[in-house]
């Protein structure tokens, strides 16, 4: 007996030839995407990249000059298509809590969302509750939107987007300034979703850690599609490994590895190389070769990660682009090296209330001159105020700090001239050219006109801005205007840089080049880096970390070490590939294992056996029926240190609330 041919998916999304265009610039060329009933489909890619043309456009917020975009069938190419399809449809739009109302409560935004879309009062109860309760805002109900955190407000902006169950969500960038807990929360929600609701949803994102948890994907890049298909499809474009070790001198290293090799990153004391040898053998061969008489050590061999290839592709675009450089390396000479002894910063139990309200409570920490530090937390929990008081921007309530060899409590003027700062929205004159943003910083800071001479030829070296130095600001790149902020922050030779979440949004090559200049400044002049970031793939670069909750620190060391400590505590992570992934998590969870997660099409559990549990997850699986291609352990990621300790966190402090 013959098995019935399987019908095609239903496609839900379907644009052809898409174009848009802003004045002279396209920002959308010729695209074409489909998008099938029940998947999570990623559109990737940096800022500037048309990710978010195209999906306003689906959604039927935004008109397009040539092409197509059907949405359930339905061809929206006007305002009245556009409304037949918009029931349908749930969008949220980039930017934090922007479909929101600020004087409404949590509960008030829901409401408001839930009788616009005309949902049944039983039902909003119902829908209400379970939303509430998965992404922890039950608490929060009666809470002003305006008062929310960064997380919070987006996690309350997707409740208000999913209540009235679309069939299709277009989330765009929905996790850019959220942090990993919140983000964990965010893909739960979409995975729960999609697997009991079959709902479809196209999501986009600037990062590469997020783009495995799709389906499928697009990799855009100036409006145009490098590639597309499975993570493991695109994956697969580029073949190699990654190899990591650790070499010394670790600058003379990454500098002869360069002549051999594209991709070479410093991550804290290990090197990072993506080559094209597929065998491990060869592969190892080939960077001890390149490496010449530089020691080899502690090396490690891996599959190579999505972000390797989608640069490996951005690169070979760039090399293809008549007129434009893949970029080089700048190595400029140091210009005023630090003393690389000493500390940088020391904080002695610092406090800091508000009213009532504790932000930060008895944290200590130190930092060396060359060290580069990162301090990690949630939305909340005390970072930019453990900042602000080591600048002197905000006085403590108790205990002691000294920054640069000076007193925060007394010094405030002497602190500001021996630190560089450099803001998330990067503090630049858009309407000034490139060399009249760094000369305006020398005059800020008082530099003699040979001096800022001087700091301005470094800088422009230093940062790879030879060719742009008379560009308006404004219409640089996001990397290129990002490396002439860190220049400005740098004009007067500071000894402690602090860095507020400096590359959100910018593409993995700017990213990386990013991080090589601040492994240079740390290693080369000796100046400490005090950085925060949400995203944790970038935290591997820094020598120690501290990890701050409800003000306190609660965990510090190197990353290696936090990661040894957490899989003491929880087990090791352990990946299942299986042919009904959504199916799979809930027989998964039912039998034991908590914290798994959908990842894609792939689940991840924390297992203190991973011999004896893969025998049982099979063994459960294959009884309900589902096929399990494979079980393998993977190694913790500083993502997975990061929510095990802060769900920890949370979960004891409920326990006391309810004692």
């Not at 174009?19 to 610039?25: A, C, D, I, M, P």
């Not at 590895?257 to 004391?269: I, N």
């Not at 002695?348 to 930092?367: P, Q, Y």
């Not at 699986?621 to 993502?639: D, F, K, N, P, Q």
């Amino acid at each position: 007996m013959t098995r019935p041919a399987a019908s095609p998916p239903e496609v839900v999304v379907r644009v052809s030839g898409f174009v848009k265009r802003y004045k002279q610039h396209r920002a959308v060329d010729r695209l074409d995407l489909t998008v099938q009933r029940g998947e999570i489909y990623g559109l990737i890619g940096p800022d500037g990249a048309g990710k978010s043309s195209v999906m306003k456009a689906i959604a039927g917020v935004l008109r397009y000059e040539e092409g197509s975009a059907e949405v359930f069938g339905t061809l929206v190419d006007s305002e009245r298509a556009a409304e037949r399809v918009k029931p349908r449809i749930g969008f949220l739009p980039q930017g934090l809590g922007l479909n929101l109302y600020p004087e409404l409560s949590v509960e008030e935004n829901i409401d408001f969302f839930a009788r616009l879309r005309l949902v049944p009062e039983p039902e909003l109860r119902k829908r209400k509750s379970r939303l509430l309760a998965i992404t922890r805002l039950d608490r929060f109900r009666g809470r002003l939107m305006k008062q929310l955190s960064g997380g919070m407000k987006q996690k309350l902006g997707l409740i208000c987007t999913l209540i009235h169950e679309p069939e299709l969500a277009i989330l765009d960038e929905p996790t850019t300034g959220v942090d990993p807990v919140s983000r964990r929360d965010f893909w739960a929600i979409l995975a729960e979703w999609q697997a009991d609701k079959g709902m479809t949803a196209l999501v986009s994102t600037a990062y590469m850690d997020e783009a495995a948890r799709f389906h499928r994907l697009s990799f855009l890049s100036h409006g145009r599609v490098l590639a597309s298909g499975t993570p493991a499809a695109v994956q697969s474009l580029v073949p190699g490994l990654v190899v990591t070790f650790e070499s010394s001198p670790q600058l003379e290293a990454v500098a002869r590895l360069k002549h051999r090799y594209a991709q070479v990153e410093s991550l804290g004391p290990l090197l990072h190389v993506f080559t094209p040898e597929r065998e491990p053998e060869a592969a190892v061969a080939g960077i001890r070769h390149a490496l010449e008489n530089l020691p080899l050590e502690h090396v490690r061999t891996d599959e190579p990660e999505l972000e390797d290839v989608v640069v490996a592709l951005l690169l070979k675009e760039r090399e293809e682009q008549p007129g434009v450089s893949a970029g080089s390396d700048h190595s400029a000479r140091p210009a005023g090296r630090q003393q690389l002894d000493g500390l940088a910063v020391e904080a002695k139990e610092l406090i800091r209330d508000f009213g009532s309200f504790r932000a930060v409570d008895r944290v200590s920490f130190d930092m060396k001159q060359g060290e580069i530090f990162g301090l990690l937390g949630a939305n909340g929990a005390g970072k930019t105020t453990v900042i602000k008081m080591l600048t002197g921007i905000v006085p403590p309530t108790a205990g002691e700090g000294r920054v640069a060899g000076a007193d925060m409590r007394t010094a405030g003027g002497a602190i500001k001239e021996r630190i560089g700062y450099m803001s998330q929205a990067f503090s630049l004159y858009l309407d000034l050219t490139v060399i009249e943003n760094i000369r305006l910083f020398a005059g800020i800071y008082g530099l003699a006109r040979r001096e800022a001479q001087q700091r301005m030829e470094w800088i422009v070296e230093m940062a790879g801005l030879t060719g742009y130095e008379n560009d308006r600001t404004g219409r640089l790149p996001m990397g290129v205007r990002q490396r002439l902020a860190l220049g400005c922050a740098l004009v007067h030779s500071p000894r402690v840089l602090f860095l507020d979440e400096p590359t959100s949004g910018v593409d993995p090559i700017g990213r990386r080049r990013f991080w090589e200049l601040l492994s240079r400044l740390a290693r080369e002049e000796g100046v400490a880096i005090l950085i925060t970031t949400h995203y944790l793939s970038e935290a591997e670069h820094c020598d120690r970390l501290a990890l701050m909750y409800a003000g306190r620190i609660v965990a510090e060391g190197t990353p290696a070490h936090l990661k040894r400590q957490v899989e003491r505590d929880i087990g090791q992570l352990m990946e299942i590939v299986a042919d009904k992934p959504g199916l799979a998590l809930g027989h998964v969870v039912a039998a034991g294992f908590a914290g798994a997660a959908l990842f894609g099409t792939k689940i991840h559990v924390l297992s203190r056996d991973p011999g004896r549990d893969e025998g049982r997850l099979r063994d459960v699986l294959a009884r309900s029926g589902i096929a399990v291609e494979a079980v393998r352990t993977r190694m913790l990621s500083l993502e997975d240190v990061f929510v095990s300790r802060v769900m920890a966190l949370e979960q004891a402090a409920q326990k006391e609330v309810s004692a």
